[in-house]
């Protein structure tokens, strides 16, 4: 089957490594950037994420993933994924201009009996309104709305040990077909982990992956419901943490117990400096758009937006009180820019904010992160931070040091070489990813977000 993918993003270009380690033939279009396109061609990733590099080269040494940035190959075409972004407006809402783009090309040049599936995370309508494009133009394509679940840093085992791929559509023909890819994909998986060196994460080597055929609108709203609702955990418990600040509990105690309780879960209730990336905090937002345009107010949404916004002021706040309540002149290194760990992704990174912040209070603010110091710079990091390329030059004779991206690199440095690098003591931990009482023994002053000792 030859597939093609539009947009080169991190879900189009892992989903065409994945499909052409698969066996199939992948045609990538990525006709806006030249240097991401010119960078796959030489069998490599544009972004960091883990196990790609090898599964690009393979594919592209073997001639099945064609990078190219023309829609013409589009006419031989069997399947095409629509794998593009979907930035939000000022408003909030949703940007479908390049979602739209790809309909244009695809009137212009699929052939009839082939398959349009859109991966993009699109509003509930949109589907509805691309197939009325699609008549207009007395085009009858098949659509197929395909969410994509994949998270950024663990992006090829969560696609290999999925829990669920969600096929929506009225054509169910053709939902058929676009399942029976995945579980080709499925029937590769020991292959291909082993080519891409990963391994099932927590729990999900365990799991029984299922395959959900839904409605078109459905479909649509599952995608942006699942975010919308992890990021409201997040922000549960970013609310506890502040009410666990305020009265001497721990919010790690709290939420290990809470989230034993297999109706509630363990999982996104760590309370920390907030979401961030290219997803949630735009789903979000989008989701409280959709509503608005059809009467639906979102308050509990609002709420979560709001208090994740929060998050970043509240930890420098503390920060400041613990330097004697001022930040002008102060040295503070911040580890860390990504929006989490395992990615070079900074958008939207709270990571970010922190430093930002801390730089608007007068602080002299260095940073350094392993793979993202130069996203940072392209996603709003002030340039008033001075970036630097290894831990021990952003901490060099720092009154603070922020642990503010959770990557293996700071958790298993040694803390007492780390406060020997410094001046002071004060060891923020962003994430609550340190044990409070081993980092206190090396001689620091520990914060965490909703922990017991401060
Ligand atoms: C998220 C979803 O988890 C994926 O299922 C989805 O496919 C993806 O969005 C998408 O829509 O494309 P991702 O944005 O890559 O994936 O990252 P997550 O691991 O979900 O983390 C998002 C943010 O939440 C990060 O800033 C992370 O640090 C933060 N987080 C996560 C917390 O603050 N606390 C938690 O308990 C968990």
Not at 288 to 311: C, D, Y
Not at 396 to 412: K, P, Q, R
Request: charged share 25%; glycine share 8%.
């Amino acid at each position: 089957m030859t597939i093609t993918v539009v947009g080169a993003g991190y879900v189009g270009l892992t989903t065409a490594a994945l499909f052409a380690n698969a066996g199939h033939t992948v045609n990538l279009i990525e006709s806006h950037f030249a240097d991401r396109l010119e960078t796959i061609k030489s069998g490599r990733s544009w972004f960091y994420e883990a196990g790609l590099d090898p599964l690009v080269a393979r594919a592209i040494n073997a001639g099945l993933l064609l990078p190219t940035d023309d829609y013409a190959c589009l006419k031989s075409t069997d399947v095409v994924f629509s794998c593009m972004g979907t930035p939000d407006n000022p408003d909030g809402s949703s940007n479908l201009t390049f979602v739209f783009n790809v309909v244009d090309e695809v009137i212009k040049t699929l052939p009839d009996d082939a398959i349009f599936i859109q991966k993009s995370t699109v509003p509930v309508g949109t589907g509805e309104e691309i197939k009325r494009a699609f008549a207009a133009a007395n085009r009858s394509l098949a659509y197929v709305s395909n969410p994509e679940f994949l998270r950024e840093g663990t992006a090829i085992a969560d696609t290999l040990w999925f829990d669920r791929v969600v096929v929506g559509s009225d054509d169910v023909q053709a939902a058929e077909t676009v399942l029976d890819l995945y579980r080709t994909l499925e029937s590769h998986r020991e292959d291909i982990a082993r080519l891409a060196d990963v391994t099932p994460y927590e729990t999900q080597a365990s799991l029984k992956g299922e395959y959900i055929r839904t409605g078109q609108n459905s479909a649509e709203l599952i995608k942006v419901t699942a975010n919308a609702f992890l990021a409201l955990k997040i922000s549960f418990a970013n609310s506890i943490a502040k009410l666990a600040d305020a009265t001497g509990a721990d919010i790690k105690e709290v939420m290990n117990a809470v989230g034993a309780d297999p109706r509630i879960g363990r999982a996104f209730l760590n309370a920390g400096r907030g979401y961030g990336g290219g997803c949630f905090p735009k789903d979000v937002s989008g989701l409280i758009a959709s509503g608005q345009s059809r009467g639906v107010e979102m308050t509990i949404m609002h709420e979560a937006a709001t208090l994740n916004e929060s998050m970043p002021g509240y930890i420098v706040e503390k920060l400041k009180e613990a330097l004697g309540g001022e930040l002008e002149g102060k040295k503070v290194a911040v580890l860390g820019l990504a929006f989490k760990a395992g990615t070079s992704d900074a958008r939207r990174s709270t990571a970010v904010s922190i430093a930002n912040l801390l730089t608007k209070f007068g602080a002299k603010t260095h940073a350094y992160d392993p793979e993202a110091n130069h996203d940072a710079e392209r996603n709003g990091l002030s340039p008033d931070v001075s970036l630097h390329e290894s831990t021990e030059k952003a901490v060099d004779s720092a009154d603070a040091v922020c642990i503010a991206t959770d990557w293996e690199e700071f958790l298993a440095y040694d803390l007492g070489i780390l406060k020997a690098h410094m001046k002071g003591n004060l060891f923020v931990d962003c994430m609550n990813v340190f044990d409070p009482e081993r980092v206190s023994e090396t001689g620091f002053r520990y914060i965490g977000v909703g922990r017991s000792i401060s």
